[in-house]
């Protein structure tokens, strides 16, 4: 049995030391301060001196190791011990190697396959307890946050279709009226013919001045400015952390 460490950086290769001062103030009173969390980076160390972690690149497998707490593009934060597993080094040389065909670099995403993600399962496989909550917290939230966008405007498509199907039906249906009235002979027995009959011009001018339902193609773009300006109320922040990195 070997002790699987965790090793956690915060996260400051920004390339700006006025940004890189705020994540470390913002890690500071997010985790020091009250516990909830920050903006991390981290990586596993099991057997020998290197740490194991996953990152961006546009070729070939995006999982890395280096010399233990010395990864030259963050700022080494804290190390906690997630357990012992049970594997022998060859089998933990196994698991690696089948993560590193799973983990391309070009599948890097800040929200939801980052890191933290990486180290998680790995830990997962070894058979030893997952990462804190805390570490990747605020990617967590943010891959929430948008999965919720995106099931709420999925359900505002579907909405916006069954209207406009709806609405082409009723004016389809009022169209047949105003062109059929003027043709079909008056049943003096029928009231309800009778009021049509009255009716005939003001559905002809309906029709002709704008009843017309919207396409589909500019209910569109209405929910596209709709989603833009919700976006841009709630969206800084997001798009800020993510340029971080």
Same mark, same amino acid.
């Given at each position: 049995?070997?002790?699987?460490?965790?090793?956690?950086?915060?996260?400051?290769?920004?390339?700006?030391?006025?940004?890189?001062?705020?994540?470390?103030?913002?890690n500071?009173?997010?985790?020091?301060?009250?516990?909830?969390?920050?903006?991390?980076?981290?990586?596993?160390?099991?057997?020998?001196?290197?740490?194991?972690?996953?990152?961006?690149?546009?070729?070939?497998?995006?999982?890395?190791?280096?010399?233990?707490?010395?990864?030259?593009?963050?700022?080494?934060?804290?190390?906690?011990?997630?357990?012992r597993?049970?594997?022998?080094?060859?089998?933990?040389?196994?698991?690696?190697?089948?993560?590193?065909?799973?983990?391309?670099?070009?599948?890097?995403?800040?929200?939801?396959?980052?890191?933290?993600h990486?180290?998680?399962?790995?830990?997962?496989?070894?058979?030893?307890?997952?990462?804190?909550?805390?570490?990747?917290?605020?990617?967590? +939230? %943010?891959? /929430?946050?948008?999965?919720? $966008?995106?099931?709420?405007?999925?359900?505002?498509?579907?909405?916006? @279709?069954?209207? #406009?199907?709806?609405?082409?039906?009723?004016?389809?249906?009022? +169209? %047949?009226? /105003?062109?059929?009235?003027? $043709?079909?002979p008056?049943?003096?027995?029928?009231?309800?013919?009778? @009021?049509?009959? #009255?009716?005939?011009?003001?559905?002809?001018?309906?029709?002709?001045? %704008?009843?017309?339902?919207?396409?589909?193609?500019?209910?569109?773009?209405?929910?596209?400015?709709?989603?833009?300006?919700?976006?841009e109320?709630?969206?800084?922040?997001?798009?800020?952390?993510?340029?971080?990195?």
């Amino acid at each position: 049995m070997t002790e699987v460490i965790l090793h956690i950086y915060d996260v400051t290769n920004s390339g700006s030391e006025k940004t890189n001062s705020t994540i470390m103030q913002i890690n500071k009173i997010f985790k020091d301060g009250i516990g909830l969390g920050g903006i991390f980076h981290s990586a596993v160390q099991v057997y020998g001196d290197d740490e194991w972690s996953f990152g961006f690149c546009n070729y070939g497998t995006g999982v890395f190791s280096c010399p233990s707490k010395s990864n030259p593009m963050y700022t080494f934060r804290e190390s906690m011990v997630l357990g012992r597993t049970n594997f022998p080094i060859f089998k933990v040389d196994q698991v690696l190697r089948k993560l590193s065909r799973e983990w391309p670099g070009s599948s890097y995403d800040l929200l939801s396959k980052n890191c933290n993600h990486f180290c998680d399962e790995l830990c997962d496989r070894l058979g030893v307890q997952k990462l804190p909550g805390w570490v990747n917290r605020f990617a967590n +939230a %943010g891959d /929430a946050a948008l999965e919720v $966008a995106g099931n709420t405007a999925l359900r505002f498509r579907q909405a916006k @279709t069954e209207i #406009v199907s709806a609405s082409k039906v009723a004016y389809q249906f009022l +169209a %047949g009226i /105003a062109s059929n009235n003027g $043709a079909a002979p008056e049943d003096p027995g029928s009231s309800s013919r009778g @009021t049509l009959g #009255v009716q005939a011009p003001w559905f002809k001018n309906l029709i002709t001045t %704008g009843a017309k339902p919207s396409s589909s193609t500019e209910i569109d773009n209405q929910d596209e400015d709709v989603l833009l300006r919700q976006q841009e109320e709630t969206g800084p922040d997001l798009l800020q952390w993510h340029n971080l990195r």
